[in-house]
């Protein structure tokens, strides 16, 4: 007696492997022109992460600990004041470098 598998047809399964076929492929070939100008971008989910700017962001949250640390330190607050401190100092930081790359670039943002 032949033992018959339950839930298999015998062949392939119907537009499983078809182009176009959405099952497994997402997103495939569906990426704009635009996005190979990015250069590396990790994606995840629905955030990207531009590798080519990640040296910029490790520079900034160094600079937001230690600028957090020196409030520590030096004005004697607690952890929970300090870290909005240096958050906050990165983030102009980053707002002081993006108008001198404006400048530089001619470009304005």
Known sequence: MASKRVGSTGGST???DAPGSKLGSK???STPA???SEGRVWHW???RLHLDRLPELLVL???AF???GLAMEHLELSR???VPIGLFAAVQM???GNRFKSAVHGTRE
Do not use: E, R
């Open 66 to 68: 230690m600028v957090g």
């Open 45 to 47: 989910g629905k955030y």
């Open 94 to 96: 980053q707002k002081i």
């Open 34 to 36: 635009a996005d190979s």
């Open 14 to 16: 119907p537009g499983a």
């Open 61 to 63: 949250l160094i600079f």
């Open 27 to 29: 997103n495939a070939g």
């Open 80 to 82: 929970h004041m300090a």
